[in-house]
Structure formats: structure tokens, C-alpha cells
């Protein structure tokens, strides 16, 4: 198992990181329907802010 850690200063993009690294290991389940993203791989996402969470949920396709 590898463990990533990303830490920047703020404002340096380490949530839009965590968004394409996400999204670029996401595979699409059915054919083109609306079926939802799923991933065999695992993340954590730690933040102490809501509005971050809400971010990634939103982005995470």
C-alpha cells in the first residue's frame, strides 16, 4: 500500500490535485448510462473545512 501526502501552503492547488488524481483513476460502470464513477482504488481526503469536502464531492466525477 502507498500513502500519498500532499501539504502546501494554502492557495498552492492540493484540492485541485486530489480532484484529478481521483478522477484520472475513476472508471466508468455500465454503458454510457447514468450509472455513477467507481474506483478500485482508495482515498482518503483530510480537511478541516467543510466547504473543501463539499468541493470534492462535487468535483469527483
Not at 1 to 20: E, H, L, N, P, R
Not at 26 to 51: C, H, Q, R, W
Request: hydrophobic share 35%; with cysteine; proline share 3%.
Amino acid at each position: 500500500m502507498t500513502i500519498k501526502v500532499i501539504d502546501a501552503i494554502c492557495g498552492a492547488g492540493k484540492t485541485s490535485y486530489a480532484i484529478q488524481m481521483i478522477n484520472e483513476r475513476a472508471n466508468k460502470v455500465g454503458f454510457g448510462d447514468d450509472e455513477p464513477y467507481s474506483s478500485d482504488k482508495k482515498f482518503i481526503y483530510v480537511t478541516p473545512f467543510l466547504s473543501e469536502v463539499k468541493r470534492i464531492k462535487e468535483r469527483h466525477y
